[in-house]
């Protein structure tokens, strides 16, 4: 027996010789581990030990998204225990759960002193949520992210000088406007604005021209200064922003001028950095607005990814577009690698532009097309076998239509 009682104490000592090394680990590893775990989970790892039962205080990360249900009185108590700072809170409300507005306010207010510096709201319900302008008072804010919100800005803020990452959707200003807040950010190097009918103020390109780092831009066209986008105004973009690598457009309630498809205009090198162009609720049946897109693709020499998502409502026009258009030998040099379309409905402008781009992209990969939902079974066979019959340069591009 005694070897047997050996055996045990040896593996007992080889346990806790293991217990020390974890217990001792150093608590920068400890919070690491601690913050990428569910908040449930890193609360019950105060069950493993006496030496961990307050381990999970040192929480800097927390996120109440919808997957997992949370009550706005846990997260209260939650925040008090934390020790240290706290670096990123993320809040997902669904649109079946109500919040009391001051709970909000409280948690902003607390998290202003605990050296934020990623902050992410998304409200799922039809009604604002009204942010406390104890938000401008973090200073070391990093990312931030708000959706279906109302803010104001503090008469006293004087920007976020360490933010990198601004996406605003369905952001309604109630004092200020969104320039005034894009501004005063001058380490941005992503901005996304998403469309909203109630956006206070239109958005400036010579407010925005100031980000010189910025990367990646995302923005309703329709909410520039301008009453139409021209020409110019294209190469205005492309001219503010040469570092530039993705850009998305939203396309809806856009003004084009009509004498656009009447000039032989090219937009050669306007933006030399692109690597992905997005284009949302774009008008195929608005031919001036296909073709100012056209030029901005044919304008991105390093253009690796295009996105097209087709306008609910399009006009119907008895115009194909045609390589005749432009001057396509100079573009048969294109750059894409992969091609998006979604709901399209195979119209003559819609098959005209996927043919163009087969035919000037000798490196395409892959081109995915997404059918709309109301496309009748017949119409999507003669649409699918119209692309069936379309020549590619690329020997390899595959053609899904889905």
Same mark, same amino acid.
């Given at each position: 027996?005694?070897?047997?009682?050996?055996?045990?104490?040896?593996?007992?000592?080889?346990?806790?010789?293991?217990?020390?090394?974890?217990?001792?680990?150093?608590?920068?590893?400890?919070?690491?581990?601690?913050?990428?775990?569910?908040?449930?989970?890193?609360?019950?790892?105060?069950?493993?030990?006496?030496?961990?039962?307050?381990?999970?205080?040192?929480?800097?990360?927390?996120?109440?998204?919808?997957?997992?249900?949370?009550?706005?009185?846990?997260?209260?108590?939650?925040?008090?225990?934390?020790?240290?700072?706290?670096?990123?809170?993320?809040?997902?409300?669904?649109?079946?759960?109500?919040?009391?507005?001051?709970?909000?306010?409280?948690?902003?207010?607390?998290?202003?002193?605990?050296?934020?510096?990623?902050?992410?709201?998304?409200?799922?319900? #039809?009604?604002?949520? +009204?942010?406390?302008?104890? /938000?401008?008072?973090?200073?070391? &804010? *990093?990312? $931030? @992210?708000?959706?279906?919100?109302?803010?104001?800005?503090?008469?006293?803020?004087?920007?976020?000088?360490?933010?990198?990452?601004?996406?605003?959707?369905?952001?309604?200003?109630?004092?200020?406007?969104?320039?005034?807040?894009?501004?005063?950010?001058?380490?941005?190097?992503?901005?996304?604005?998403?469309?909203?009918?109630?956006?206070?103020?239109?958005?400036?390109?010579?407010?925005?021209?100031?980000?010189?780092?910025?990367?990646?831009?995302?923005?309703?066209?329709?909410?520039?200064?301008?009453?139409?986008?021209?020409?110019?105004?294209?190469?205005?973009?492309?001219?503010?922003?040469?570092?530039?690598?993705?850009?998305?457009?939203?396309?809806?309630?856009?003004?084009?001028?009509? #004498?656009?498809?009447? +000039?032989?205009?090219?937009? /050669?090198?306007?933006?030399?950095? &692109? *690597?992905? $162009? @997005?284009?949302?609720?774009?008008?195929?049946?608005?031919?001036?607005?296909?073709?100012?897109?056209?030029?901005?693709?044919?304008?991105?020499?390093?253009?690796?990814?295009?996105?097209?998502?087709?306008?609910?409502?399009?006009?119907?026009?008895?115009?194909?577009?045609?390589?005749?258009?432009?001057?396509?030998?100079?573009?048969?040099?294109?750059?894409?690698?992969?091609?998006?379309?979604?709901?399209?409905?195979?119209?003559?402008?819609?098959?005209?532009?996927?043919?163009?781009?087969?035919?000037?992209?000798?490196?395409?990969?892959?081109?995915?097309?997404?059918?709309?939902?109301?496309?009748?079974?017949?119409?999507?066979?003669?649409?699918?076998?119209?692309?069936?019959?379309?020549?590619?340069?690329?020997?390899?591009?595959?053609?899904? /239509?889905?």
């Amino acid at each position: 027996m005694e070897p047997i009682h050996g055996h045990i104490k040896h593996h007992r000592r080889i346990l806790a010789s293991e217990d020390d090394v974890i217990s001792s680990m150093p608590e920068n590893v400890v919070t690491n581990i601690l913050d990428r775990l569910p908040i449930q989970d890193a609360v019950r790892t105060s069950i493993l030990s006496r030496t961990w039962r307050f381990k999970w205080t040192m929480l800097t990360q927390l996120v109440f998204d919808t997957k997992k249900y949370y009550d706005e009185r846990n997260i209260s108590r939650l925040l008090l225990q934390l020790k240290g700072p706290i670096t990123k809170f993320v809040l997902c409300i669904p649109d079946d759960k109500v919040l009391d507005v001051m709970d909000i306010y409280h948690w902003v207010m607390f998290l202003s002193g605990k050296g934020i510096q990623e902050f992410t709201l998304i409200n799922e319900h #039809e009604t604002l949520v +009204r942010l406390p302008t104890h /938000l401008f008072s973090c200073m070391e &804010l *990093k990312h $931030l @992210k708000l959706v279906n919100c109302s803010i104001s800005l503090a008469p006293t803020f004087s920007g976020f000088p360490h933010l990198l990452t601004l996406d605003l959707f369905r952001v309604t200003f109630e004092s200020g406007n969104c320039g005034q807040l894009i501004t005063q950010c001058p380490l941005l190097e992503n901005l996304k604005v998403g469309y909203h009918h109630d956006l206070s103020g239109n958005v400036k390109l010579v407010e925005i021209a100031k980000l010189k780092n910025l990367r990646v831009l995302s923005l309703p066209l329709c909410k520039l200064d301008c009453t139409e986008i021209t020409h110019s105004i294209i190469h205005q973009i492309g001219s503010y922003f040469p570092r530039l690598q993705e850009l998305s457009l939203d396309l809806r309630n856009c003004k084009f001028p009509q #004498e656009w498809h009447d +000039r032989k205009l090219l937009l /050669l090198n306007v933006f030399p950095s &692109l *690597k992905t $162009l @997005k284009f949302s609720e774009i008008n195929v049946g608005n031919l001036t607005e296909v073709l100012s897109a056209y030029k901005m693709i044919c304008g991105s020499p390093n253009l690796r990814t295009l996105y097209m998502t087709v306008a609910s409502t399009q006009a119907s026009l008895p115009y194909v577009f045609r390589s005749t258009d432009s001057n396509q030998k100079t573009y048969r040099g294109l750059q894409l690698r992969d091609v998006v379309f979604r709901s399209c409905r195979g119209s003559l402008r819609e098959v005209s532009l996927i043919k163009y781009l087969l035919d000037c992209t000798p490196l395409l990969k892959k081109m995915v097309i997404h059918s709309d939902s109301s496309m009748m079974s017949d119409e999507k066979l003669v649409f699918a076998t119209t692309l069936l019959k379309l020549s590619r340069a690329s020997r390899t591009a595959k053609v899904d /239509l889905l």
